[in-house]
């Protein structure tokens, strides 16, 4: 794998092309396409699918409002908030791009005064390559459709929100927008498997407990287990007579009854107090534990988030080879997106 990495991020490669020599060596013999839209994209051949986003760019803006307010009223959150200055576009200048907003009958670039023009003018500079756009985020999965017309694009969480938002904007292009959502992955290293033997655990134990709970679930199996079982014992115990108490005295007097209720938070909050200060210095005389909790959680929910969202792919792939694509694509199932837990 490092042989590989090294191949791909050579002193001679600027990150692009560096990802594009790596995924090409990945999955060889898949059929994947890459395509670099830093490098590829030209205004003056996009003119046919950028004069609809200038000449009606108020009727796709108007229809932007209407999926939003559809949206919301489906109970969920835009991805995108718009205005009606809302061009969907850029303007870019050497590696800086600027917003580009519809003000006065003129397109114009935000923080830049000088720049700006009529409808026509902007279609003829990018028709003469003199321009540079490039799409919103919002715009960028209709050229995608534009440019590569798909059965269907795999998408994460965020973008599964931008396609629900940008499918009004598809149709004056005559495209329609169709997601499903990736599959996600747990991946169980070689170590964490030794670890989650070793304390008779499932890889969910771990990433559905924050770290003091699942401590407290290992110290359970150990020789702390039956103090720690005895105060739930009695905290349920203390719980159910003071609820009894409670009912009872309310028919007699509700000033006192809510003077236990009170009593009831302060007395259960004591009793959490103390488990927690147990679990505590439990824990501390167990050093090896506490870093064997940390290492699962570090590993299987890093940072308390998934391993996608913080580890690079290149550790599994160190770990297990690059025949782990092979394995991912062989369990993937299209249709049914549950998240799996794949162990290396």
Known sequence: ????????????????????????????????????????????????????????????????????????RRG????????ESETFLFWQDGKYRYKLDYQSGKFRARGLPSVHF???????QIDTGEAKVSPSALLRPVLQEYLFPAAFAVTGPAETSYYAQVGSLAEFWDLQLSALPRSGFTLVDRKCRRLLEQYE????????????SLLERILLQGEE?????RMSVVTDNVREQLEH??????????TIADMLETS???????????????????????????????????????????????????????EGGPETIRTLLETI???RPAHRILHL
Not at 225 to 229: D, I, N
Request: some cysteine; hydrophobic content about 40%.
């Open 264 to 318: 009831e938070r302060k007395i259960l909050y004591q009793l959490q107090k103390v488990r927690n200060r147990f679990i505590l210095n439990s824990t501390r005389r167990r050093e090896e534990l506490t870093r064997h909790v940390r290492n699962l959680e570090s590993r299987l929910i890093p940072k308390g988030k998934s391993q996608e969202r913080v580890i690079n792919f290149s550790y599994f792939l160190s």
């Open 1 to 72: 794998m490092l042989s590989l990495l090294r191949r791909a991020y050579s002193p001679t490669s600027d990150f692009r092309s560096a990802f594009g020599a790596l995924l090409s060596e990945l999955f060889k013999g898949e059929g994947l396409v890459l395509f670099d839209p830093l490098s590829s994209l030209d205004g003056s051949w996009l003119t046919g699918f950028l004069a609809p986003v200038i000449e009606r760019r108020g009727e796709l803006v108007e229809a932007s409002f209407k999926r939003v307010e559809e949206i919301q």
């Open 245 to 254: 108490l409670r009912q009872h005295v309310s028919l007699q007097d509700h």
């Open 76 to 83: 969920f959150t835009p991805q995108v908030r718009i205005g």
């Open 118 to 124: 009529t409808a026509a003018e902007l279609l003829r």
């Open 225 to 229: 287990g039956e103090a720690l079982e």
């Open 201 to 212: 655990l499932d890889p969910c134990d771990v990433t559905q407990a924050a770290g003091g």
């Open 333 to 335: 199932d299209p249709f």
